[in-house]
C-alpha cells in the first residue's frame, strides 16, 4: 500500500478536481472559467504532490522549456480568454512533458484487473 501525507492526498484531490473542471468546460463548449478553473487546480495540485521544488526543477530543466512554454502558454491564453487556442497548446505541452511517463502509467493500468484485460486485448495491445 502507498503511503501519502497529508499534503500529497490534498494534492491528489485538486489535481482530480482540475481534471474535472477542464473535461467539464471542454464539455461544455470551452467555457472559459472552468477550463480556467481546472488549469489553476491541476499545477497547484500537481505541486502540492510532489512538492514546490521539485515541480519547478520538473517544468524547467533545459530538454523540457519547449514543452513547458506550450503547457504554460496554454494555462495563460485560456487565462486571457482564448480556450480553444490555450487548450491546443496546452494539449500538445502536456503530451511533450509527460511522454515518459505514459508507458509507466500503461504498465501500471495493465495490473489493474479489469482495465488491464482490456489493454491486453490483442487489436489494443499490437502485435507481440
Excluded: C
Excluded at 20 to 49: C, E, P, Q, T, Y
Excluded at 59 to 74: E, N, R, V, Y
Excluded at 89 to 101: H, S
Excluded at 108 to 120: D, M, Q
Aim: hydrophobic share 60%.
Amino acid at each position: 500500500m502507498i503511503s501519502l501525507t497529508d499534503s500529497q492526498k490534498i494534492g491528489m484531490g485538486l489535481t482530480g478536481f482540475g481534471v474535472f473542471f477542464i473535461f467539464f468546460g471542454m464539455i461544455l463548449f470551452f467555457d472559459k472559467a472552468l477550463l480556467a478553473i481546472g488549469n489553476i487546480l491541476f499545477v497547484a495540485g500537481l505541486s502540492f504532490v510532489i512538492g514546490l521544488e521539485r515541480t519547478f526543477r520538473f517544468f524547467f530543466q533545459k530538454h523540457k522549456m519547449k514543452a513547458t512554454s506550450f503547457f504554460l502558454g496554454g494555462v495563460f491564453i485560456v487565462l486571457i480568454g482564448w480556450p480553444i487556442v490555450g487548450v491546443v497548446l496546452e494539449v500538445y505541452g502536456f503530451f511533450l512533458l509527460f511522454r515518459g511517463f505514459f508507458p509507466v502509467a500503461v504498465g501500471f493500468i495493465r495490473r489493474i484487473p479489469i482495465l488491464g484485460s482490456i489493454l491486453n486485448l490483442p487489436f489494443i495491445s499490437g502485435p507481440s
